[in-house]
């Protein structure tokens, strides 16, 4: 067994991301949920929130790490040892992407492979994008999400108001 890479924004994270992780825990060694910096994106989340908030949901899986980083995956992947790559996906338009992307990770880092997971579909129409969308309408999303991060993520949400109100 190996250590994998599970990379993502992970803001927030979803039920949908956990159950992607739940499953990789499965079939690897060690798996590292990797939050990605990206600098080009405004996330509702600080990276130490999302790390801290994986970490939480994470805490009971005993062979699953949070860690963030910024650069190249494969980069990451290189420096913890790891050769898998974990994706998941959820419609048939997230293969095009990820195929590109894994064909490239691969070209970067020969060692490296990728392992697509099928989304549950009880989840395959989950994305933080949709999780974010909801709250700001003020919906219930804790279908969605666990206690804690439905939590953070209505404090988020109150806290940008209350700056739109002042």
Excluded at 48 to 65: D, Q, Y
Excluded at 72 to 91: I, Q
């Amino acid at each position: 067994m190996a250590t994998a890479i599970y990379p993502g924004s992970f803001d927030p994270v979803t039920r949908g991301h956990l159950d992607i992780i739940k499953r990789a825990a499965k079939v690897n060694e060690h798996l590292i949920v990797a939050v990605l910096i990206n600098s080009a994106k405004h996330p509702l989340f600080t990276v130490e929130e999302r790390v801290e908030l994986l970490r939480e949901c994470c805490k009971n899986i005993p062979n699953v790490s949070v860690e963030s980083f910024d650069g190249l995956t494969v980069e990451f992947a290189k420096k913890r040892h790891a050769t898998v790559m974990v994706r998941g996906l959820r419609a048939v338009t997230d293969f095009e992407n990820e195929i590109q992307l894994a064909q490239t990770n691969h070209a970067l880092m020969p060692g490296i492979e990728t392992m697509f997971l099928a989304t549950s579909i009880k989840w395959s129409y989950l994305s933080s994008t949709i999780v974010k969308e909801a709250a700001c309408y003020g919906s219930d999303i804790s279908k969605f999400v666990t206690p804690n991060v439905e939590r953070a993520v209505r404090t988020k949400f109150d806290a940008l108001r209350a700056q739109d109100e002042a």
